[in-house]
Structure formats: C-alpha cells, structure tokens
C-alpha cells in the first residue's frame, strides 16, 4: 500500500460479514436519491444513503463494480467509508 497524499483515495467497502474492497484508488462512483454521483480526491466531507451500484476505479484502470440494495458511503479527508447491507 502505498501512503496517502492529496491525488488518491483510500476506500474500505463492507457489508455485515466481509471486507469486500480495500485499497487505494483513483475515483468511486454511485447512485443516492439525487441521482449518480462521482467521489474524486479533495472532495469535501460527504455523507449519503447509496443504492443500485458502486464502482470502484482502481489504480491499474480495471473498474470494480459492486451492487447495492442499501448502503452509506462516508467520505473524509480522501478516505471512503462505505457499508453495505445496513
């Protein structure tokens, strides 16, 4: 793992049973009730419900995407909290 400065974002995804993402990367993207929504570094302190989908735009250019029923993202000076199934 590399450490974390100004241009990336560490993410922690879980549910009630597992971790099922962690690491560093470049951008998440989701889904809350405004509509899809995009989580860049340097974003303010957010907090949201989230639903549908969340991708994950890894460092290597894959792009994860994990479906969500029901879930809450908190982000916090470029760290992502996300916990899902809740």
């Known amino acids: 793992m590399g450490s974390l400065d100004q241009k990336e974002l560490h993410i922690h ?3 009630p049973e597992n971790v099922l993402f962690e690491g560093y ?8 009730e405004k509509g899809p929504f ?4 340097l974003h ?3 907090i949201s ?3 549908n ?6 460092r290597n250019g894959q792009i994860k995407e994990i ?3 029901t879930g809450v993202l908190k982000v916090f000076k470029n760290k ?7």
């Not at 995009?38 to 570094?41: E, G, I, M, Q």
């Not at 989908?53 to 890894?58: R, S, T």
């Open 13 to 15: 995804v879980r549910n």
């Open 25 to 32: 990367v470049n951008a998440v993207s989701s889904y809350n």
């Open 38 to 41: 995009d989580v860049l570094p």
């Open 44 to 46: 303010e302190s957010f």
């Open 49 to 51: 419900l989230i639903k």
């Open 53 to 58: 989908y969340l991708k994950i735009y890894q």
């Open 67 to 69: 479906k969500v029923d």
């Open 80 to 86: 992502i909290e996300v916990y899902l199934g809740i």
